[in-house]
């Protein structure tokens, strides 16, 4: 994403714990900051894209900083999948301190995220979404305004990500009922990929799902597990139970549990294979 | 689908239950058949598409006789969302008899039907479904084998219309999650269909669920309950536990309570709205 930034023109001052993964960026010519505050001066705009919601707090409210060091009028563009609560709570400590805060949650892999493929979801003042636009432009194909209401993009987030898990699930069970019915299961879904789920999440986790490839993980299942308590404690705050969602937490905590850390989040479909008695 | 196959250049005899529904299809120069077993002959071919397994039974196996009045090397195109075991069962009454039976159900509404937009799922002898080919082709936009077995297909149409009942909830749950949350759920369904959903099954049921417009049902919610009925049935038979087709039924079971039984299948994810207290 940084790189698509420098790429489009723009001169990033660039930070990360890993201070290695900024070599590439400083090779692009970014500017290299010894600390997170100090990506940030007064007036500026900052992308941040974090692991989850205590990084992102730390960042904004805590020594970091950044709510006051972007004052006045700077401009924070979280690009982090964390809870509405965690951005609402945030939108109110920037602007408490002078500074604004625009939620542009992402959907997309890091292949995706190369090629300028994102789709970002952004909400929050207009103002600041009419000035931060041509750099989220910059890093993805195509962005959607969710509003005024600055956590409105993380629920949508959240609510995608959901349904890519239930669309997980569902497959895990069906390809199972498949397998021991004497069905192939990888043929079953290459058609329903082609037909009436002609979409990038059954074409792309359908063969994964079929044939058991959940390593290298694309996206890590304690990642997955992180996004289905976001949407769990979201759907709790707005009195909503979520029976799918409260099943998938389930098929988390059962593949931690079984040692699945480092396999792609579809490897919850290993629950329903694993409950029919069969053995990996 | 009939008319389609007139269209194609075929001669057909007709029967249904209802006599007016095949007077289009007369005027088209269709033979009317007085009872179903009328419209089969020594080595011909006959489509069937019925509501229920009991229905095909009948005509199989009960007083319509199919599988001895197509004897000797008739073929049965069975064309019924059933179950896999009614199909092994009914396979082998019309070998007994000397005739054969293919599987092949569809994916697809009646306006696809109409259209000869029909996605067809076959399974049964080879040498038969080289013969049916062309009757299939003319039906539908694409043929899918899915090999010798006879009921393999009947596995794949379960298993693709369980997938789908199981997006429907999860869109209502994602729903209802959103609308709490102060979040436009037409838009962000407009979104997911556009991007990572981009399916027809997303883009087509996606606005009726936001935006609860489930009249006229396009299929109506009690074909939806016989479908997982036979989902969870075929997997018990193979000894899967699937908890989200166990988790639908409940929804469907729950929505014909409520009286919603005119309404269109994607009305079970108004649970999730009940659930959370969303009156009507």
Chains 1, 2 share one sequence.
């Not at 509003?147 to 497959?171: D, H, S, T």
């Not at 879904?189 to 979409?199: D, R, S, V």
């Not at 959940?214 to 597990?225: D, E, K, Q």
């Amino acid at each position: 994403m940084a790189a698509n930034l420098i790429a489009a023109g723009y001169h990033l001052t660039v930070y990360n714990r890993t201070t290695s993964k900024v070599d590439p960026l400083v090779a692009k010519g970014a500017h290299r900051a010894a600390r997170a505050g100090d990506v940030a001066h007064p007036g500026g705009i900052v992308v941040s894209m974090l692991a989850d919601d205590a990084s992102v707090r730390a960042l904004v409210a805590g020594e970091d900083a950044l709510a006051e060091h972007l004052a006045p009028d700077g401009i924070h563009i979280s690009m982090s999948t964390v809870s509405p609560a965690t951005t609402r709570e945030l939108a109110e400590h920037h602007a408490s301190k002078g500074s604004v805060m625009v939620a542009a949650p992402v959907f997309g892999r890091p292949n995706a995220a190369q090629a300028k493929q994102l789709r970002i979801c952004v909400s929050g003042s207009s103002e600041a979404k009419a000035k931060v636009r041509p750099i989220l432009e910059a890093m993805g194909n195509e962005v959607f305004d969710f509003g005024e209401n600055p956590e409105a993009a993380n629920v949508v987030k959240l609510a995608g990500n959901f349904m890519i898990a239930a669309a997980l699930e569902a497959m895990g069970e069906a390809v199972t009922m498949m397998r021991k019915s004497g069905v192939d299961p990888g043929a079953a879904l290459e058609m329903l990929g082609k037909t009436i789920f002609a979409a990038p999440v059954y074409q792309g986790y359908g063969p994964i799902i079929a044939h058991g490839r959940f390593t290298p993980a694309g996206f890590r299942l304690p990642l997955g597990m992180k996004d289905i308590e976001l949407v769990l404690q979201t759907a709790r705050e707005a009195n909503v139970p979520m029976p799918t969602a409260s099943l998938l937490r389930d098929r988390f905590v059962s593949a931690i549990a079984k040692g699945r850390d480092e396999m792609d989040w579809s490897a919850i479909a290993l629950g329903a294979a694993d409950d029919a008695g069969i053995k990996e």
